[in-house]
């Protein structure tokens, strides 16, 4: 059974840092792209950042390019995603993703998804 669970979340004030992680098990982990979404309230889900397998590839979305990192341990089966400066438009449920496709944006790319956790930035 595959199994993403994401920790790390909180609140946090604007301009602060967070670093989410994702543990994964039921899975070969190093044979899957990874990456972050993130949906707020009412919103569609959004994409975040993503890393290929071997983790030398990263890409993230305009909005937290220059704020966010996302960074993978193939040993430890983790994926990471530091956050810095954060803005109260950063507040969402971060969602730690699976799939088979490197460097897509697309929910329909990644086959597996974590139940999220919860990030709140304040003003």
């Known amino acids: 059974q595959v199994q993403l669970v994401e920790s790390g979340g909180g609140l946090v004030q604007a301009g602060g840092s967070l670093r989410l992680s994702c543990a994964t098990s039921?899975?070969?982990?190093?044979?899957?792209?990874m990456g972050w979404f993130r949906q707020a309230p009412g919103k569609e889900r959004e994409f975040v950042c993503t890393i290929n397998m071997a983790g030398s590839r990263t890409y993230c979305a305009d909005s937290v390019k220059g704020r966010f990192t996302i960074s993978r341990d193939n040993v430890k089966n983790t994926l990471s995603l530091q956050m810095n400066s954060l803005r109260p438009e950063d507040t969402a449920v971060y969602l730690c993703v699976a799939g088979y496709y490197t460097g897509s944006s697309s929910t329909r790319n990644y086959a597996y998804w974590g139940q999220g956790t919860q990030v709140t930035v304040s003003s």
């Open positions: 039921g899975v070969t982990f190093s044979n899957y792209a």
